[in-house]
Nanobody, 122 residues
Framework: QVQLVESGGGLVQPGGSLRLSCAAS????????MYWVRQAPGEGLEWVSA????????YYADSVKGRFTISRDKDKSRLYLQMSSLSPEDTARYFC???????????????WGKGTLVTVSS
């Protein structure tokens, strides 16, 4: 059974940092591009970041570039998102997503889990 379980969210003050994790299981993790997307309250889904199968190629939305870092651990089948300099605008539920095509970044995504909520507030 394919499963993606996000964790690490919580309440953080503006300017603070948080590290999100995604535990992947039930598929060959290292054969898939992975993404982080988020959904702010009352808003649609927003793509945040992408990482290739080996972890050497990454992309970021302009809104988070320079503040967020995506990474993956091939041995642990884990996806991470290190977030810093957080602002209230980053408040959202964050989801890790698998690329349907695996090794090809078509940005067609599968969703698993309920995501993890990040709330940035003083």
């Amino acid at each position: 059974q394919v499963q993606l379980v996000e964790s690490g969210g919580g309440l953080v003050q503006p300017g603070g940092s948080l590290r999100l994790s995604c535990a992947a299981s039930g598929f060959t993790f290292n054969n898939y591009w992975m993404y982080w997307v988020r959904q702010a309250p009352g808003e649609g889904l927003e793509w945040v970041s992408a990482i290739n199968t080996r972890g050497g190629v990454t992309y970021y939305a302009d809104s988070v570039k320079g503040r967020f870092t995506i990474s993956r651990d091939k041995d642990k089948s884990r996806l991470y998102l290190q977030m810093s300099s957080l602002s209230p605008e980053d408040t959202a539920r964050y989801f890790c997503v698998r690329e349907v095509a695996g090794t090809v970044p078509y940005y067609a995504m599968d969703f698993w889990g309920k995501g993890t909520l990040v709330t940035v507030s003083s």
